[in-house]
């Protein structure tokens, strides 16, 4: 589990890692971080959260889809690359699914079809009502991604979003906390 393709150390001279290109155990080494499987990440989970598992390498979805059947958590697999969301699909049906977004496209309700994904993950800055209502009124889920201010996360919440992914999710929480 890593949220980029390559362990980059801070302050180190050196270049990056390609995660693809090693081994666990030797990506392991070169981290200063423990680097956790997606395996033990579900099982840490277990049922206390949805988790959303982004597939970021090439051709990775029978593994993840394996992974992800094999473990005890509410999972749900979202990819900014829609075609492979809808080969996962494909091989898991009973999975739910999102696609990232970092445009705003003319018609989103088309884009969760063509994929087969039932969540549009919008970057914020580009979501609007008419975005959220389309998705809802298909029954369909919005998810605002990356919202660290807590004053656009108060005007989306109005917006209607179903969920905002955040890199401050404790600040987040306490902000957010009551709102309806």
């Known amino acids: 589990m890593h949220h980029d393709d390559a362990l980059r150390r801070p302050g180190a001279t050196s270049s990056a890692i390609k995660i693809a290109e090693h081994s666990l155990a030797d990506l392991r ?8 499987t997606l395996a033990q990440v579900l099982e840490l989970v277990g ?3 949805r988790v959303w598992v982004e597939l970021k390498g ?3 979805e029978r593994e993840v889809v394996a992974v992800v059947r094999a ?22 049906p009973e ?6 977004l970092v445009s705003r496209p003319v018609d989103p309700v088309a884009v969760l079809r063509a994929a087969g994904a039932t969540t549009l993950w919008q970057e ?9 209502r389309d998705i809802h009124a298909t029954g369909g889920e919005v998810i605002a991604w990356t919202v660290n201010d807590l004053e656009v996360a108060g005007a989306l919440n109005v917006m209607g ?17 009551g709102i309806d």
Not at 95 to 100: A, E, K, R, S, T
Not at 124 to 132: G, I, N
């Open 29 to 36: 080494l070169a981290s200063e971080k423990e680097l956790p």
């Open 47 to 49: 049922h206390k959260a």
């Open 58 to 60: 090439q051709r990775i």
């Open 71 to 92: 473990g005890h958590s509410a999972c749900a697999i979202h990819a900014f690359d829609h075609r492979a969301i809808r080969r996962a699909r494909e091989l898991a």
């Open 95 to 100: 999975i739910p699914y999102g696609v990232l």
């Open 124 to 132: 914020w800055t580009l979501m609007d009502e008419s975005l959220v």
């Open 161 to 177: 979003v179903d969920a905002i992914c955040t890199d401050r999710p404790a600040r987040m929480h306490a902000a957010l906390r």
